[in-house]
């Protein structure tokens, strides 16, 4: 079992920045997949961002260039960088985890992008 934590979210201006971070209760190193989710209100969740263990990423078309995500294992964290943020980035981010056939999912972190 995994239990991931998410911080980081925040209001943020349009063409400002945040960065997530999602702490895993286990060694990132030993999770084969690992990536971020967002869900805006009235909406379905959505993929952002996603790494595999060997650091191939995966992007949503909406954000590349923008946001990158990464691991830090050292600090058993996956961390996703949001740059140029806009209104439509507004969002509950929630973390992700696949060590194996199960999925594992964090309480989410609140972004709202606003003037």
């Known amino acids: 079992q995994v239990q991931l934590v998410e911080s980081g979210g925040g209001l943020v201006q349009p063409g400002g920045s945040l960065r997530l971070s999602c702490a895993a209760s286990?060694?990132?190193?030993?999770?084969?997949?690992m990536g971020w989710y967002r869900q805006a209100p009235g909406k379905q969740r959505e993929l952002v961002a996603r790494i595999t263990s060997g650091g191939n990423t995966n992007y949503a078309d909406f954000v590349k260039g923008r946001f990158t995500i990464s691991r830090d294992n050292a600090q058993n964290t996956v961390n996703l960088q949001m740059n140029s943020l806009n209104l439509e980035d507004t969002a509950v981010y929630y973390c992700n985890a696949r060590p194996g056939a199960l999925s594992y999912w964090g309480r989410g972190t609140q972004v709202t992008v606003s003037s």
């Open positions: 286990r060694r990132v190193v030993s999770i084969n997949d």
